[in-house]
C-alpha cells in the first residue's frame, strides 16, 4: 500500500506535461506529449490525455515509469523586485541525452 505520502507526490504532478517514453502495448504514445489529468491510487497509474495526430485527444493510464515530467522553468526580469528564484529546481527525470536549461539561466 502507498503512504499518504507519496499520494501527495503522486498528486503535485496532475496538471503537468508529461513525454511519454517505454510503453510497450501502446508503442504508438512513446515520443509523444500528455497532460496528467489526475492519478489513480488504486491502479496506482496517472490518468494522461494524449492529442493525437488527428486532433482528437486520448486517454491512457499509465505508471509513472513511462513519464518524463520536464523540469519547471521560472523566469525573472532583470528589474523585478520580487526575489523570486530564477530556476525552481524541482525534481524530475530527464531522459538520457538530455541536459537541463538550468545552467544556461543561472544568474551571473
Not at 523586485?81 to 524530475?92: N, T, Y
Amino acid at each position: 500500500p502507498r503512504s499518504r505520502r507519496g499520494d501527495a507526490q503522486a498528486e503535485a504532478l496532475v496538471g503537468k506535461r508529461a513525454l511519454l517514453t517505454g510503453l510497450v502495448k501502446i508503442t504508438a504514445f512513446n515520443g509523444e506529449w500528455g497532460k496528467i489529468l489526475s492519478y489513480d491510487a488504486e491502479s496506482q497509474r496517472y490518468v494522461v490525455e494524449v492529442l493525437l495526430a488527428s486532433g482528437s485527444p486520448v486517454r491512457a493510464k499509465l505508471r509513472r515509469d513511462n513519464l518524463v515530467i520536464p523540469r519547471t522553468v521560472t523566469l525573472r526580469f532583470v528589474d523585478d523586485e520580487s526575489g523570486a528564484p530564477l530556476v525552481d529546481e524541482e525534481e524530475a527525470r530527464l531522459p538520457l541525452g538530455h541536459q537541463s536549461v538550468a545552467p544556461m539561466l543561472q544568474a551571473t
